[in-house]
């Protein structure tokens, strides 16, 4: 069974970092689109950052310059650097799947069939 799970979520005061993982259960998933997604309460699911076979990465304009995406295959993990935090940076922080595109990944939630359970972030001023 695929599965992805989530950790590393927290609480920081405005301008902290954390550092959220997301440990694959299969290697299968080193050759295909992974992301991280975020949902704050009363709002829809967005797309925060993706990488995709090559290792190309792109990034919602709102985190670009503070978040990374990495992923470290030997380990089946793939990580999201968040520095500079903000409190509208609060939200259920999602790792997501696409196992049917290794190039050009989606944004799309609809485009990512395997996700975590989530992990809590909240920033506060």
């Known amino acids: 069974q695929v599965q992805v799970e989530e950790s590393g979520g927290g609480s920081v005061q405005a301008g902290g970092s954390l550092r959220l993982s997301c440990v694959r259960s299969?290697?299968?998933?080193?050759?295909?689109?992974m992301a991280w997604f975020r949902q704050a309460p009363g709002k829809e699911r967005e797309a925060v950052a993706g990488i995709d076979s090559a290792g190309s990465t792109r990034y919602a304009e709102s985190v670009k310059g503070r978040f990374t995406i990495s992923r470290d295959n030997a380990k089946n993990t793939l990580y999201l650097q968040m520095n500079s935090l903000k409190p509208e940076d609060t939200a259920m922080y999602y790792c997501?799947?696409?196992?049917?595109?290794?190039?050009?990944?989606?944004?799309?939630?609809?485009?990512?069939?395997?996700w975590g359970q989530g992990t809590q972030v909240t920033v506060s001023s």
């Open positions: 299969r290697a299968t998933y080193d050759h295909y689109c």
């Open positions: 997501a799947a696409d196992l049917s595109r290794r190039y050009s990944c989606r944004d799309k939630v609809s485009s990512f069939g395997y």
